[in-house]
């Protein structure tokens, strides 16, 4: 019983200590999720291509992330493709890089590099190709369209054809933030 008691008091200590926490976000007039959005560093927006590119936060990503994005959505936009398939390469970038660009890769694939982490495997160009985020995004998209029924197949599917991950649900966890990033980032969007 004396257990009982003690572990029922910690569980009201606990619950306590959260509400008070949600009262003072509140308090301050800001929401959890903006209490604990990471802090960018001051920059000014920069311009990739047709897209402005703001200081951030947006979807946790600051800056340097989104500029990677934006690069991913160039690439897209100059072979015609559209919003939608526009998202699935940041998803997927996302997913794989964080969008970093990374020049190490990890256990499942030691050679793999950049945004996407793709292998040396020849599909995806030499090194300074797959470290490059641009060269890397067209690359991704011209596999990503020789998918049959790449227009309607789901996101999540689409970037695990691509890239041929164990997981085959892994991406989709990414889809909302990819949204948010893409919108903030399409010209003309408000």
């Known amino acids: 019983m004396r257990k009982l008691v003690v ?13 008070i926490g949600i009262g003072a976000a509140s ?17 000014k927006p920069i311009t990739v291509g047709n897209i402005t590119v ?11 992330q989104l500029k990677i994005a934006a690069q991913i959505m160039r690439a897209a936009q100059s072979t015609g493709i559209g919003t939608r398939t526009q998202t699935v390469g940041v998803m997927t ?14 256990a499942a694939g030691p050679d793999s590099r950049g945004i996407f ?7 995806w160009g030499t090194l300074a190709d797959r470290m490059d985020p641009y060269t890397a995004s067209v690359n991704f998209f011209a596999k990503l369209t020789s998918v049959p029924g790449w227009q309607t197949m789901a996101p999540a599917d689409l970037a695990h054809v691509v890239q041929g991950n164990s997981d085959p649900g892994y991406y989709g966890k990414y889809w909302k933030r990819a ?12």
């Open 27 to 43: 308090f301050f007039g800001k929401s959890l999720s903006q209490v604990a959005a990471p802090s960018c560093p001051a920059a």
């Open 93 to 106: 970038a996302i997913g794989e890089s964080g969008l970093r660009n990374l020049d190490y890769g990890d």
């Open 117 to 123: 982490q793709q292998r040396d495997n020849g599909a």
């Open 179 to 190: 949204q948010e990033v893409v919108a903030a980032l399409t010209p003309g969007a408000s």
């Open 54 to 64: 703001p200081r951030g936060p947006v979807a946790g990503y600051c800056q340097p």
């Open 7 to 19: 572990s029922l008091l910690v569980l009201c200590a606990a619950l306590i200590v959260a509400a």
